[in-house]
């Protein structure tokens, strides 16, 4: 069974930094690109970032480059979400969610809420 | 990347059809046949419900099915049902490795 467990999140103020992590069991990792997907508080899904299979490649959301940064590592099947210059627009649940083949997402983990505020 | 179109709201009476919209543009839904939809309980994850424009995965009732004309994506549910209500979102890949979703769409059942 696929399961994925993000932690990490919690409230933090405009400007600070969180890392997030997903922590992933039941499948071959290595083997699946993996997203990170956010939803603001009763409002919708928004993509955030995808990275590929062994963390050679990633692609962000206009909203969030240069400010957030998508690493993985293979050897502890874990997904880190570096958030850098948070801003209370980034407010949210972050769901890791696996890729699947023609940019479906096949499984979502439960996510965690990030709150940024003073 | 704007957030692809949806209507931000549908309702239909039990054993009714209705159909959810996704309009995107020539560069995203256009483009590709790389069209999911997402069915959401509040408080809940998002599933998987149709993916490449009109696929449904294993274990999805054939009430739910998905089209494509151009800029625009339908997902269409039969004979509703009062646990199809819910939130619906629909996405598109972008190209460049991007992904962009639909605002969602909030399904009432009378």
């Known amino acids: 069974e696929v399961q994925l467990v993000e932690s990490g999140g919690g409230l933090v103020q405009p400007g600070g930094s969180l890392r997030l992590s997903c922590a992933a069991s039941?499948?071959?990792?290595?083997?699946?690109?993996m997203h990170w997907v956010r939803q603001g508080p009763g409002k919708g899904l928004v993509w955030v970032s995808v990275i590929n299979h062994d963390g050679s490649h990633t692609s962000y959301a206009d909203s969030v480059k240069g400010r957030f940064t998508f690493s993985r590592d293979n050897a502890k099947n874990t997904l880190y979400l570096q958030m850098n210059s948070l801003r209370a627009e980034d407010t949210a649940v972050y769901y890791c969610?696996?890729?699947?083949?023609?940019?479906?997402?096949?499984?979502w983990g439960q996510g965690t809420l990030v709150t940024v505020s003073s | 990347q704007s957030a692809l179109t949806q209507p931000a709201s549908v309702s239909g009476s039990p054993g009714q059809s209705v159909t959810i919209s996704c309009t995107g543009s020539s560069s995203d839904v256009g483009a590709y046949n790389f069209v999911s939809w997402y069915q959401q309980y509040p408080g809940k994850v998002p599933k998987l419900i149709i993916h490449?424009?009109?696929e449904r995965p294993s274990g999805v009732s054939n009430r739910f099915s998905g089209s494509k004309s151009g800029n625009t994506a339908s997902l269409t549910i039969s004979g509703l049902q009062v646990e199809d209500e819910g939130d619906y979102y629909c996405?598109?890949?972008?190209?460049?490795?991007?992904?962009?979703f639909g605002g969602g769409t909030k399904l009432t059942v009378l």
């Open positions: 996405s598109s890949y972008a190209g460049s490795s991007t992904l962009i």
């Open positions: 969610a696996r890729a699947g083949s023609d940019w479906k997402i096949d499984s």
């Open positions: 490449d424009v009109s």
């Open positions: 039941g499948f071959p990792f290595s083997g699946y690109w």
